[in-house]
């Protein structure tokens, strides 16, 4: 069994990012993102520190826009509206889960679509489904990316994605499919999940569901990629996928974490250093 080394292949995407930035310095353009955090949830504050050094490391230039919880609809709107007229930013990202109390549709749409570094847009979204893009969604880019490092052909192949969410299930299946593989969507409401998931030669598991995806649901020789970052009853952070057993089956695996997480913000900036690129041409 082959482990998928997401931190390893960051790196290497990361280096190729700064020599990108450097080039682009050299031609007066800094690269800017703008990141917009609502609340103190403590994963998205995490996130939002590790983007942060991430953009330092390759030379990008990042700020944050904190708000806070009881933040009204109207100051976010203002807040994107004015970020979308800087030519100084080139990519906006509004961290998710907002609090319940806000609008994400309206927010997300409010994004500048030649900014929407995380392609959530309708837009951008529309635009991914007839394989004519800019920007992908920064999970399934890296997953995609994943299996390009490691030499795993999408074409011809039976792939099986596991959950439908706009972030990462629908976008995942688009992508794949544009590789020339056969999709299946599955979701809560499959009837024989198990049946479905054994045929998977590329088996995408991304429902958000600790301990889903057991050994005897996974076709021997598969690849094997899970998206999800759950904590279980112990405080540790697990995958949907039971790795112990599914290393016993698959011939390539993500570990979580170090697999797809390190991919998925590694891809945010290179929507970033694209937005800045389209930006001065």
């Known amino acids: 069994m082959i482990l998928l080394d997401g931190k390893l292949t960051a790196k290497k995407h990361r280096e190729q990012i700064a020599e990108e930035v450097r080039l682009l310095k050299e031609r007066g353009v800094t690269p800017g993102l703008a990141v917009v955090i609502v609340g103190g ?10 983007k942060e050094k991430d953009c330092a490391q390759c030379g990008i230039y990042s700020e944050e826009h904190a708000l ?26 509004v961290q998710l889960p907002l609090p319940k109390h806000l ?11 030649s ?11 529309g635009r991914i489904m007839i394989g004519d893009y800019d920007f992908l969604p920064c999970t399934p880019a890296g997953v995609m990316a994943l299996l390009d490092e490691y030499n795993i052909s999408v074409q011809g192949k039976e792939c099986v994605v596991v959950g439908r969410s706009n972030i990462v299930g629908k976008p995942m299946a688009m ?5 020339h593989g056969t999709v299946t969507i599955c979701h809560s ?19 958000g569901q600790a301990g889903l995806i057991t ?20 405080g540790k952070f697990v995958g949907d996928v039971v790795f112990d057993e599914a290393a016993e089956k698959a011939a390539y695996l993500t570990p979580v974490p170090g697999g797809v997480g390190p991919m998925t913000r590694v891809m945010l900036l290179r929507n970033t250093v694209k937005a800045a690129e389209r930006a001065c041409v």
């Open 189 to 207: 409401r499959t009837r024989d999940l198990a049946a479905a998931t054994r045929r998977a030669d590329i088996l995408v598991a991304a429902a």
């Open 115 to 125: 900014k929407d570094v995380d392609a959530f847009h309708p837009y951008n979204v």
């Open 103 to 113: 609008n994400e549709k309206e927010i997300l749409l409010s994004i500048d679509p």
């Open 175 to 179: 992508l794949l499919l544009h590789r």
């Open 215 to 234: 050994g005897d649901m996974i076709k021997e020789g598969s690849a094997v990629i899970d998206v999800a970052m759950n904590k279980n009853a112990e």
């Open 68 to 93: 806070s919880d009881d933040c009204e609809q109207e100051r976010l709107l203002q807040l994107i509206g004015n970020l979308n007229r800087r030519e100084d930013i080139h990519g906006i990202l």
């Open 41 to 50: 949830d403590p994963a998205s504050r995490m996130y939002v520190n590790n």
